[in-house]
């Protein structure tokens, strides 16, 4: 079993960084796809990056983050972070962390979710 706890999320301003990490549980870390989801008020919760089991080699990214999203992954930590930059207040949302087991990135069918860690942007 794996939990997801996730942390790092804040108040920025446009244009700023901000990097969000999410531990987790569990001794098979590495056998997990990893993503990240964002859902904004009124909105659907949508996949925004992921990361592909073991090595990380294969990689996810919504076209509205391309170039300015970056997702990794620390299987000694068992840790996968989201590093966010050139922010605009359109990134505001709830971003979750959520695992499958080595399942494909560009699949968004996910088993285990965090509980989600607030991003707003200021303009």
């Known amino acids: 079993q794996v939990q997801l706890v996730e942390s790092g999320g804040g108040l920025v301003q446009a244009g700023g960084s901000l990097r969000l990490s999410c531990q987790a549980s569990g001794q098979t870390f590495s056998s997990y796809t990893m993503g990240w989801f964002r859902q904004a008020p009124g909105k659907e919760r949508g996949l925004v990056a992921a990361i592909s089991w073991s090595d990380g080699m294969t990689a996810y990214y919504a076209d509205s983050v391309k170039g300015r999203f970056t997702i990794s992954r620390d299987n000694a930590k068992n840790t996968v972070y989201l590093q966010m930059n050139s922010l605009k207040p359109e990134d505001t949302a709830v971003y979750t962390c959520?695992?499958?087991?080595?399942?494909?990135?560009?699949?968004?069918?996910?088993?285990?979710w965090g509980q989600g860690t607030q991003v707003t942007v200021s303009s």
């Open positions: 959520a695992a499958k087991f080595r399942g494909s990135v560009y699949e968004t069918l996910y088993t285990k």
